[in-house]
């Protein structure tokens, strides 16, 4: 997301980006598509934060999940947040 101050109102409205994953359910990569941010985070289904990986400046980014337990996941890029399976 992008903030922009609204001079009328003196908020910051919000731009929500729309990100795309593929493979999923996935069993040892997703790819990302859309990314704005510096870093994706990734989050078990309690909430708890299971992996950070730096973007480098990529809209493209593809991460191995090989290593992660079976289940539902939260990706999340800034205010933007998708899920996806890993089997």
């Known amino acids: 997301t992008r903030g922009k101050y ?3 109102t003196g908020l910051d409205e919000v731009e929500t980006v729309q990100i ?3 493979s999923n359910p996935a069993n040892t990569t997703i790819i ?3 990314v704005t941010a510096e870093h994706v ?3 078990d289904i309690t909430g708890r934060l ?5 973007t480098n400046g990529d809209e493209i980014v593809t991460i191995n999940v090989s290593e992660l337990a079976k ?5 999340k890029i800034d205010n933007t947040t ?5 089997q």
Do not use: N, S
Request: with cysteine; aromatic share 22%.
């Open 6 to 8: 609204d001079c009328f």
């Open 20 to 22: 795309t994953v593929y």
């Open 32 to 34: 990302i598509t859309a």
């Open 41 to 43: 985070d990734i989050y």
């Open 50 to 54: 299971i992996l950070t990986v730096p």
């Open 71 to 75: 289940g539902m996941y939260y990706i």
């Open 82 to 86: 998708a899920k996806f399976v890993k």
